[in-house]
């Protein structure tokens, strides 16, 4: 029997993802794209710490150039992972993602993160490198 529940019903589950061989932990939590009422809504658990991240995943059409023709593209759907910084105080913002930000968030040990992904050839596009750069910089915290 298949049954659906919606995030007014559901506190969190976790499923496991055979394509990444891990388990994703998912969590309703209270949010408003327009700083409204906010209603439950699942987020999918990146990293938790003293930087706390979530995503939403969608699916939008890109167009792509292709090289066979000129002025020719090709559209595909593709997944897009959003994400967005839970805060202190339980408010949850909508966050670019974009590598200089993320620095921008972790200003007190910048040098010791960029030091740790250029090692590691990480990348912040990749929400399982993402994870691990955002572990590495709350393991900071966790220790005090």
């Known amino acids: 029997r298949l049954e ?3 995030a007014r019903k559901v506190l969190s589950f976790e499923i496991f993802d055979n394509t ?3 388990y994703r932990t998912f969590y309703s939590l209270p949010y408003s794209p327009s700083g409204g009422y906010k209603s439950p809504v699942f987020f ?3 990293a938790e710490g003293k930087i706390t991240v ?3 995943e969608r699916i939008e059409y890109r167009s792509y150039s292709t090289p066979y023709g000129f002025g020719s593209y ?3 759907m593709v997944l897009v992972d959003n994400y967005f910084i839970l805060k202190e105080n ?3 913002e909508p966050f670019s993602g974009r590598k200089n930000d993320w620095y921008d968030l972790m ?3 910048e040098n010791q993160v960029h030091d740790f992904v250029k090692e590691n050839r990480l990348d912040f596009e990749k929400k399982y490198q993402l994870k691990q750069i955002i572990e590495y910089y709350n393991s900071f915290y966790n220790h005090k």
Request: charged share 30%.
């Open 44 to 46: 999918e658990s990146v």
């Open 107 to 109: 200003a007190s040990h």
């Open 4 to 6: 659906s529940f919606s």
């Open 54 to 56: 979530l995503s939403r």
């Open 74 to 76: 090709s559209s595909r």
């Open 20 to 22: 990444y061989k891990r």
């Open 90 to 92: 339980g408010d949850i």
